[in-house]
């Protein structure tokens, strides 16, 4: 059974970090591209990261690029998105997810979604 379990979410105050995990099982982390994708109230979801399977490149969207940090490690099956500098408005529920091709861009390419872990930033 395919599974994607996002862990790490919370409270935090600007200027805070947190490490975010996706737990994967059923298949084999390393042959996948896996993203992180968040949305936030009254948002579409957007992708933030990404890295990929074969080469380990990674994408980062503006927002979060120089703050975040994606990485793997494939001997535990598992994917973090170290988050520094968090400010209110990462303020979202953050999701993995896995594509057995490429980083795409477009969400319904992905293969397989974790369910989400909240990460709440005040102010």
């Known amino acids: 059974q395919v599974q994607l379990v996002e862990s790490g979410g919370s409270l935090v105050q600007a200027g805070d970090s947190l490490r975010l995990s996706c737990a994967a099982s059923g298949f084999t982390l390393s042959d996948y591209a896996m993203a992180w994708f968040r949305q936030a109230p009254g948002k579409e979801r957007e992708k933030i990261s990404c890295i990929s399977g074969s080469s380990g490149r990674t994408y980062y969207a503006d927002s979060v690029a120089g703050r975040f940090t994606i990485s793997r490690d494939n001997a535990k099956n598992t994917v973090y998105l170290q988050m520094n500098g968090l400010r209110p408005e990462d303020t979202a529920v953050y999701y993995c997810?896995?594509?057995?091709?490429?980083?795409?861009?477009?969400?319904?390419?992905?293969?397989?979604w974790g369910q989400g872990t909240q990460v709440t930033v005040s102010s």
């Open positions: 997810a896995a594509d057995s091709l490429s980083c795409e861009d477009i969400e319904y390419e992905y293969d397989y």
